[in-house]
T-cell receptor
Framework: EAGVAQSPRYKIIEKRQSVAFWCNPISGHATLYWYQQILGQGPKLLIQ????????DSQLPKDRFSAERLKGVDSTLKIQPAKLEDSAVYLC??????????????FGPGTRLTVL | GENVEQHPSTLSVQEGDSAVIKCTYS??????FPWYKQELGKRPQLIID?????GEKKDQRIAVTLNKTAKHFSLHITETQPEDSAVYFCAASPPGGVQFYFGTGTSLTVIP
């Protein structure tokens, strides 16, 4: 069954290194989200795209995190340089219709990042 | 912005008993409230949702109730089974932005 795809599934890096995550949402889904889920906590929104435009990046640590969705389809999230506190699962999610409240959100399997 | 609080953080019940998880929200304009189940190492999956024009919704052993006046909503699981063991997250979504604000999660353990 086609769903939200993410890669890699796991990544271990040293602090101060760089890392990039990739997400391919469900075909046709206009809105894409990146969440950070620290162990024992709920997902925290990092950035939200609608097509290729940024809707909300207020909680993205812009000094080290960046994200893009150039063609309005797949997206990459980058951390440079990584800190120990960045260890978390990074979840990508998508919804079908832009601007429609109550649209079901589909999650990818996540990328588990460990920063040593 | 919206703030969602979720209680309890952990919950253990005997198989066959009921489990109730409660969430409160701060933005009275929020009008969509999904509940997600996340098994260990897996992605969150939607199990039930409710919109603000409805007070209660039921799907087999799972029900959600919404009190808009008090700004709280609850997940009810009846006749719990070991496979219900997971972390459950509530979320609230204000209108227009398709944004989701998550609670901190409840780790449910069903003891056989």
């Amino acid at each position: 069954e086609a769903g939200v795809a993410q890669s890699p599934r796991y990544k271990i890096i040293e602090k101060r290194q760089s890392v990039a995550f990739w997400c391919n949402p469900i075909s046709g889904h206009a809105t894409l989200y990146w969440y950070q889920q620290i162990l024992g906590q709920g997902p925290k929104l990092l950035i939200q795209f609608q097509n290729n435009g940024v809707v909300d990046d207020s909680q993205l640590p812009k000094d080290r995190f960046s994200a893009e969705r150039l063609k309005g389809v797949d997206s990459t999230l980058k951390i440079q340089p990584a800190k120990l506190e960045d260890s978390a699962v990074y979840l990508c999610a998508s919804t079908l219709l832009p601007g429609l409240a109550g649209d079901e959100q589909f999650f990818g399997p996540g990328t588990r990042l460990t920063v040593l | 912005g919206e703030n969602v609080e979720q209680h309890p953080s952990t919950l253990s019940v005997q198989e066959g008993d009921s489990a109730v998880i409660k969430c409160t929200y701060s933005d009275s304009a929020s009008n969509y409230f999904p509940w997600y189940k996340q098994e260990l190492g897996k992605r969150p999956q939607l199990i039930i949702d409710i919109r603000s024009n409805v007070g209660e919704k039921k799907d087999q052993r799972i029900a959600v109730t919404l009190n808009k006046t008090a700004k709280h909503f609850s997940l009810h699981i009846t006749e719990t089974q070991p496979e219900d063991s997971a972390v459950y997250f509530c979320a609230a979504s204000p209108p227009g932005g398709v944004q989701f604000y998550f609670g901190t999660g409840t780790s449910l353990t069903v003891i056989p």
